[in-house]
């Protein structure tokens, strides 16, 4: 009889990182577009919710005390402080969708992706930046959202976070979105295509159990 038993690979966990302004959330918008077998993480926030963003889609907006609790409950993958506010990855979900065989990004801070990479070295770690801080600057201004205290808070937070640059395994250059997200659809493929991911697909094909 045929062997049709198989293991479902496990889908892989991409963590994207970057300043605020970066683009990462519109890269991450255009690969999902493209890319059927991909899903974002939804983060719980204790920020407010910014105009037109949606409950479950772009974050879960939860009191402090709630945040807490889950932090006591365990429920986080990561989490930390940003910008006076707290953010993490509830991990159940991210879990469950690696199960499943769907890649998982996690479009997280440096302090949370240090906190994924120690305990998932096996993930994949891409930094994005903008091809200038004139034009972060103009990005966050566009974008409106943040106030002129807070523009500059995330302007004086972005010269620590690209230092980090060199903590990941690929840096990315967002200047133009569709160029930034068919690069990360790359480093996604070769990732793939490591021998070491593939190690029991070579078995089965020499047809060793
Ligand atoms: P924003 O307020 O602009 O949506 O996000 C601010 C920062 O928080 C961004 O750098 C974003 O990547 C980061 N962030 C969003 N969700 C999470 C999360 O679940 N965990 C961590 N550590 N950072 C997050």
Known sequence: ????????????????????????????????????????SVSATTRDPRPGEVEGKNYYFITKENFLDMIGNDEFLEYAKVYDNY???????????????????????????????????????????????????????????ESEEQLNKRMNCAYDEIRNAKNYSYIVINDEVHVAADKIASIITAEKCRSNRLESKIDEIIGRS
């Open 87 to 145: 953010y993490g990855t509830p991990s159940q979900s991210v879990i469950d969708m690696m199960d499943e065989g769907i890649d998982v990004i996690l479009e997280i801070d440096i302090q949370g992706a240090a906190q994924v990479r120690s305990n998932y070295p096996e993930g994949i770690y891409i930094f994005v930046v903008p091809p200038s801080f004139s034009e972060l600057r103009k990005r966050i201004t566009e974008r409106g959202t």
């Open 1 to 40: 009889m045929e062997n049709n038993f198989y293991i479902k690979e496990k889908g892989l966990l991409i963590v994207i990182s970057g300043p605020s302004g970066a683009g990462k959330g519109t890269v991450c918008k255009e690969l999902l577009s493209k890319y059927p077998n991909l899903a974002v």
